[in-house]
């Protein structure tokens, strides 16, 4: 409905007051739709900064715990772990990833022993345990998709018995949802959820994140051949619709600043739920500029995740989770 011509509509009446801006405020951000992403890695007191993401360190499991049961005081919903493997557990075949106590895994029974109402999310990819960095195995340097599916089932699995409520495929290898949730359904995990990397782009944003899990200096190449083009929107919507249709019960879009056009495409589209990935490459400008006195902090952190719920997502993965629970707390 267009408005009627000026001076009738005066657009500015209603942006006259605080009040009025609230009472009209079209879309909203809370802390239920906060999931954060935490590196976790082995050893005890240790909080290690990540040089590339100001204001993130690695968390040995004893101050997982506590930061934990802050995001959850603040109403955030959900956790997601990402490990840094020890180097020496980084292989060619990968089985750490699989191991019923790795550090995934321990830090899963860990977490749902002291908080069973946190929702704690897995990532399900081979990266963190590739001796090359990959998300799947390399053979004669090709990534093949089908054994590494085998291997994420496994992997799935695995975090499903150690207690995972939200297993997060990040892999972007053909087949891995239906293979899993098949998996899931005979082993007995039937509500288990997966929230699908379903449009995950082969991005320059994650460089930092490549850091934080040690996978940088190991990375062979790129990951053209199973992530998504950039240049690409019919593919990520084709990818949706195959995830949805094998089973994963939410998706996600990745990265996410970037990618809010496909963010928007998806949700009007499929009507399913649907998040965004502010991945570590977009936290880290805004936090580098914010640390050179360039931009507000609390203004663009809250902006840039608002602009996630305007374009329809249900929910962000962000690092910035604690502190936009805190500011959203007052
Ligand atoms: C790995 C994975 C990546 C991210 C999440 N899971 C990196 C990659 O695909 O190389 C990136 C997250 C971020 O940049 O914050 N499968």
Known sequence: MTPAPFPAARMRRLRRTRALREMVQ??????????????????????????????VNRLSLDRLLPAAEQAQALGISAICLFPYTDPALRTESCEEAWNPDNLTNRAIRALKAALPELMVMTDIALDPYNA????????????????TVEALVKMGLAQAAAGADILGPSDMMDGRIGALRMALEAEGYRDVAILSYAAKFASGFYGPFRDAVGASGRLVGDKATY????????????????????????????????????????????????????????????????????????????????????????????????????????
């Open 26 to 55: 079209e879309n909203g951000l809370s802390t239920a739709d906060l999931i954060w992403p935490v590196f976790i890695r082995d050893g005890e007191g240790v909080e290690e900064p990540i040089p590339s993401l100001p204001g």
């Open 132 to 147: 090359n960095g990959h998300d799947g195995f390399v053979v004669e340097g090709q990534i093949v998709n089908d054994e």
């Open 227 to 330: 992530q998504i083009n950039p240049a690409n929107r019919d593919e990520a919507l084709a990818c949706v619709s195959r995830d949805l249709a094998e089973g994963a019960d939410m998706v996600m879009v990745k990265p996410g600043m970037p990618y809010l056009d496909i963010c928007s495409a998806v949700k009007e589209r499929f009507r399913r739920p649907t998040f965004a990935y502010q991945v570590s490459g977009e936290y880290a400008m805004l936090m580098a500029a914010a640390q050179n006195g360039w931009l507000d902090e609390e203004k663009v952190m809250l902006e840039s995740l608002l602009a996630f719920k305007r374009a329809g997502c249900d929910g962000v993965l962000s690092y910035f989770a604690p502190k936009v629970a805190q500011a959203l707390r007052g």
